[in-house]
Every structure is written in C-alpha cells, then in structure tokens.
C-alpha cells in the first residue's frame, strides 16, 4: 500500500489533470479509455472503463481497477455509495469520480470507513481508492468536463459517515421557527432574511460536528425591526446575546442591516459572537430625558428602530426602539425620581413620593434610589405634582478622571443643588454607584487638560479636567530601629519607629493636648492649573488614645523663585479640620481637604516655593503618630515643572 500511495504521489505530481487536449468535451459515453496519459493512473498502459450515472448509485466492483476505471456524472444531485464491503475492491484498485453536471453528489460509505470523504460540487473530481478494507479519497481536481460553479469541500476521517465542508451560503426559510439541518458539515454558511414579521423567531440546528465553525448572516428586510432566538440543538453561549450569552440575540434592526452569527461546536455548547451592522452603521445614541409638558417625562423619545437607544448594564448591552413615559398624578409631591435600566434590561423608574407615577414602556417601583446591578440614568425632580425642568446637572455621567472629594468640615463648604454637591476640583460633583464623590473640573477644552464627559452644569459634551499632580511628604522614616524626621519642627515632636508586628516606618510622635506644630515645602509645578487649589490630606495613628480629641489646623505659605520676595514668608490661616474623638488605640486615621490662600496675592505663583505648616491640638492626652502628608496639585501639564 505504502508503495502504490507513493506510486500515485508520482503520478499526481507530474501529470496533468484531466487536459482538453487529451479527453473530449461532451457526455462520454461507456466504454473504454486506452493508454490515456491525460489522467492520473494512466501509466500508457493497460485501459480504463467509463460508465455515466445520472441518479442515486451504488458502485459496483467493476468501476475500480488498476489503472483507475471513470464514474462520470453529467446531471443530478443524488448520494453515490462506495462498493459494499462483502465486495470490497483489491487493494491498490481506484476510481476516478468526475461530476461535470450541475448537481451535487454526495460520497457514502457501506460499511466500511471512507477517509478523506468528499461533496463533489458541480466541476470537482475526486480520486478513491481501496486499500482492501477501506476507502481513501483525494479531491478538489477540476473537471473539463463542466464550468466550475461549487466550492471544493475536504473533510476528515468519518466512520461510516461523510465528514465534509461547504463553503457557498445556503438560504434559509424564515417562519416562526428556523431550523438549520447542517448535514454533518464541519464548516458551513447560511442565509436567514427575516421576511416574517409581527414576532420573534427561534432557531434550532441539527447534526452539528464536534469542533466545527459554522457562520449564520442575519439580514433584516426592508422593514427592519425583527429579532431571533436561540433554540435546540447545543447549548449557546454567543457574545452579543443576552441571558448570560443564550439569547436573544442583539440585533441590529434597522432595514436592511446585516449581522453575521459565528459558532464553534465542541460537542455540548454552540461558543461564538455576533458582530452587528456587518454592512451598515448606526447611531449611539445617549439616553435622555425631557420635560413634555407639566406632569408627563419622557425618555429615549429619539428612539427608533432605525435609530436605537443603546444602553449597557454589566456586560451586557440592550436596544430601545421607542419612547417611554411617566406621568404624574394622586396626591401632590415634591422630590426626586430616579430613573434606571436594570440588569435584565428593563427601563425602571424608583421613587418614594406620595404621588402616583404611571409608567408608559416603564415600570414603577418603590425605592429611594436605583438597585444594585442596575445603571443609574438620571434623577430627575418635581415640586408639587410638577416636573421640574430637566437640566444637565440630573444626569448621571460619572468624570473620566476621579479625584477625593472635599470632605465635611473641610476647607471648602459644599452647597448643594438638585442633589449634585458643587465643591470639587472646579464647580461640580456627582454621586458614584457606590455613594463615593467623583469630581470633575468644568468649562472650555484647554489644550493639555484631561478630556472628560460633561456631568451637566452648562451643557457641554466634552470638558476639560486637570491632571493631578501627587506629593507624600512622610513625616519621618526608620531604619534598623534609628528613627530620622521627614518634617521640620521647632519643639514637641519626637522622631520615633512605629516598631509594630508588621508596621516598621518612622512615625513623628506629640500629645495633641501639649499642642506642636510641622513644616515642609515643595514647588509648585510650571504648569500648575492656578484656577484651581490644591489639596492636602494627613495620614496619623491615634497611638495609645482612647479618649479625647485631635484637630489638626493647615497654613500656608509661598515664595518665588526669581529673588522678589523674602524666603521666610509668613504663614496665611486655613480653616481648621474638624476634630476627631480618639476612642480605639493604634487605628488610623486622616484629614482631607482643600486650602483656599494658596494665590497670587499671596506670592504663591507657577515654579514657586510652598510651605505647608501642620498644627496638631486637642484634648487626647498620649502621643499620637503623624505618618505622611499628601499634596495634591492641579497641572495642565503642558510644560515640565522644574
């Protein structure tokens, strides 16, 4: 076998196939072919028998010999079954299968194996030979005798049953239920046009082959708008469906538009995407509310099926094609409604107001606030059964860029209006998922800022944040048990190793009730934002306290570096942190907040030098450890600060 494999490796390799020159074009008839050198097999020797079939065919033992006899098909699609193996060729013998009609001919087994086995698309030929026991095939030769109009299809080894590819698209019949008979193809393509309309659809496959990839295009008509469900047939797990991957699928379901479904088989799970607007695009558009009279809000009201509303929850994107609306009536209210799309993908509205709220392609729940695993929309306001107008501010559209906000008793005092709190980096703050602040600085793009998505306050879609500049200061430091201070100070403060299990830095240790103060300094950056202040935040310990209090208070003060003003400038007063009770020994505490003097007027320019002073006092009577200080400093950061 070895020998003859090798043989006819040869004789593929250095003949040609099948010439014009050396087989006539036509429908052969039966007979004889006679020391024809034109195809593989045909040493010059010996002959070959031809027989045309044209309908369903069991192969006799006579169509294989030595040299290889010809089958030849000149029309239909039917199935062709190998010779039964109670008559199984000698090995050695072969046939050549040449399909010049325009049918399909599919190769069967009979009882034996059948490796490599092939679909003869119309023009293809194929090469089968025995080796005694079974059946191997070579293919994809073409034929003279027909154009050449299919794809050639190779495979692997299949017990009893062809294994094969097609690459041309099938079409599929659209109806209430799909079913796409796959045929134990381990590669294949389909068409589903959605011409039915009026509901969904399910789609259920058949015969899938373990390891194979399978491509589905989806194409919406005319009309547009229709959806597809996943059926039986595997279990689904398809990125870009919803129900963790198992359906529906997303569509896009503008007219016309086109998706493309893509799935491997591994024997259990059909595991793939769905890649939307293959052939089209559309628009991504924002949620949005608006007031559309007195007692009625409206949101997604530009939403269609050719333009969608797009909204994401988790990992999970859903598609809204109209409008929904919440109506206002019952007993006079005045507050807020929280407006929100939950993980299932459902519009919600969550209020706690006497009034009645109906919902018109939104449901109406109870509740202060939006759920866990939901997205926040935007929260709008009513005064006396009347929508408020609705402003950019009630939209929920957290900063690109996050910093602290200012915390209570700090340096700044927060104002706040419709439940957005107005200190921060610039102007405004907004609420995060989880309760935190996210701050954002507000106004026109400048070149070297931080772009960010607007959280409301005039309208703008982009603005401009700063990047922020971070400086820790630690107090001190400690190594091999010698303690060395990080900050100045004149008297009181001690120098110190925190020497815990785990905690080995250096500490600057005082009672707060003997009262003492610190210093250090730092640059201020070329391209320091000047509109905005910078901010400090103060890391301690409270030490062996369990009683009495801490305040810490912040001054400040600035000298430049072109010799204008004096290196020993005086101190300008912060606000006081507010005091903190020390009820635990050995917890960690810090203060946040932002200064208010740092200024021009107050010699405080770009490239300048900055000197914080830290005041610790209050009634907590055992050393307290002051750890680190960290400065944080606006930059536009278009020049290097030094």
Not at 583 to 608: L, Y
Request: negative net charge; glycine residues 12%.
């Amino acid at each position: 076998m070895k020998a003859f494999i090798f043989a006819f490796i040869v004789l593929i390799c250095s003949v040609p196939l099948w010439s014009q020159a050396n087989v006539a074009l036509g429908t052969p008839a039966s007979g004889n072919l006679s020391n024809t050198t034109g195809y593989p097999g045909g040493g010059g020797g010996g002959s070959a028998s031809v027989v045309n079939v044209t309908t369903t065919y069991q192969m006799l033992s006579t169509d294989f010999g030595f040299p290889c006899n010809v089958v030849t098909v000149s029309t239909g699609t039917f199935t062709m079954t190998v010779v039964a193996s109670a008559s199984q060729p000698a090995a050695g013998q072969c046939s050549f299968i040449i399909n010049y009609g325009g049918g399909i001919v599919t190769m069967a087994a009979s009882g034996q194996t059948i490796h490599q086995s092939l679909i003869l698309h119309p023009g293809n030929g194929a090469m089968i030979v025995s080796d005694g026991t079974n059946y191997t095939m070579w293919g994809g030769f073409p034929s003279v005798f027909g154009s050449v109009s299919g794809s050639v299809m190779i495979a692997g080894t299949s017990n009893g049953n062809i294994v094969r590819n097609d690459l041309s698209f099938t079409t599929l019949t659209d109806g209430a239920t799909v079913t796409w008979a796959i045929g134990s193809l381990s590669f294949t393509s389909a068409n589903l046009t959605f011409t039915t309309h009026g509901g969904t659809r399910t789609l259920n496959i058949t015969n899938p082959i373990n390891g194979a990839t399978y491509r589905l295009r989806l194409i919406q008509d005319s009309t547009g708008g229709e959806s597809l469900s996943l059926g039986t047939g595997c279990t689904w797990n398809i990125l870009g469906a919803n129900s963790g991957g198992a359906g529906p699928l997303i569509l896009t379901n503008a007219a016309n538009a086109v998706d493309m479904l893509t799935f491997t088989y591994d024997g259990t799970n059909c595991t793939g995407t769905l890649d939307t607007g293959v052939n089209a695009s559309y628009q991504l558009l924002d949620f949005q509310v608006v007031k559309t009279s007195s007692t009625v809000e409206t949101i997604n009201s530009n939403a269609s099926a050719t333009s969608p509303i797009l909204g994401q929850v988790l990992n999970t994107a859903y598609r809204f094609t109209s409008p929904a609306t919440a109506t206002i009536s019952g007993t006079s209210s005045t507050g807020s409604v929280n407006w929100c799309l939950l993980s299932g993908g459902t519009m919600s509205i969550y209020h706690s107001l006497a009034a009645t709220i109906t919902g018109s392609g939104i449901s109406v729940n109870t509740g202060s606030s939006c759920p866990a695993n939901s997205a926040t929309i935007a929260i709008t306001t009513m005064t006396s059964n009347v929508w408020d107008a609705v402003t950019p501010a009630m939209f929920y559209k957290p900063s690109l860029t996050v910093v602290p906000a200012t915390a209570a008793g700090a340096f700044t005092t927060c104002s706040v209006v419709s439940n957005i709190p107005t200190c921060g980096i610039d102007t405004t703050q907004l609420t995060g998922p989880t309760g935190t602040k996210l701050a954002t600085a507000h106004g026109t793009y400048t070149a070297g800022h931080v772009a960010q998505i607007d959280p409301g306050g005039s309208g703008d879609i982009i603005d401009a944040g700063d990047f922020p500049d971070v400086k820790i200061i630690p107090a001190a430091n400690c190594f091999i048990g010698s303690a060395g201070a990080g900050w100045s100070s004149a008297a009181n403060f001690t120098a110190t190793c925190r020497a815990g299990s785990n905690n080995l830095g250096g500490a600057l240790q005082v009672a707060p009730n003997a009262g003492a103060s610190a210093q250090f300094m730092t640059e201020l950056p070329l391209d320091w934002d000047t509109t905005n202040q910078p901010y400090i935040a103060i890391f301690y310990g409270s030490g062996a306290n369990t009683s009495g209090t801490v305040i810490w208070t912040v001054s400040s003060a600035c000298t430049k570096r072109d010799g204008s003003v004096s290196d020993d400038p005086a101190f300008n007063a912060e606000s006081a942190f507010a005091s903190q009770t020390m009820a635990n020994a050995n917890r960690g505490w810090a203060k946040t907040g932002q200064f208010t003097a740092i200024t021009s007027g107050n010699s405080c320019v770009p490239g300048g030098i900055l000197i914080i002073k830290l005041a610790v006092s209050g009634t907590a009577s055992s050393a307290i450890n002051a750890y680190q200080a960290t400065l944080t400093i606006p930059r536009i950061t278009a020049v290097q600060a030094n």
